[in-house]
């Protein structure tokens, strides 16, 4: 049973960082694409940064400057930097994965997600 669990998140003033982790468990034999989106209360999930398994990292532009998306393969594990955090950043962020493993098709993975709240 593959899992992605967050771990990070709280409640910080404008201005500030957190940084986000998540870790990738079960029997995997291989990560591709890492991500994390986020959803903001009556809104929609956006996507906020992708980091592919090599190549370059893409970012919303409401974040780029800010927020920095990072990843050990090693340890299986995303990373998400969040710098001169806004208000509007206030959301539950979660993590995505594209994770293949054993005796199952490559597929997209969700964690539960972790709050982070921005007061101003």
């Known amino acids: 049973q593959v899992r992605l669990v967050e771990s990070g998140g709280g409640l910080v003033q404008a201005g500030g960082s957190l940084r986000l982790s998540c870790v990738a468990s079960g029997i995997i034999l291989r990560v591709n694409a890492m991500g994390w989106y986020r959803q903001a209360p009556g809104k929609q999930r956006e996507l906020v940064a992708t980091?592919?398994?090599?190549?370059?990292?893409n970012y919303a532009d409401s974040v780029k400057g800010r927020f920095t998306i990072s990843r050990d393969n090693a340890k299986n594990t995303v990373y998400l930097q969040m710098n001169s955090l806004k208000p509007e950043d206030t959301a539950v962020y979660y993590c995505?994965?594209?994770?293949?493993?054993?005796?199952?098709?490559?597929?997209?993975?969700w964690g539960q997600g972790t709050q982070v709240t921005v007061s101003s």
């Open positions: 980091i592919p398994n090599s190549g370059t990292t």
């Open positions: 995505n994965a594209e994770i293949g493993s054993w005796g199952k098709p490559t597929m997209y993975y």
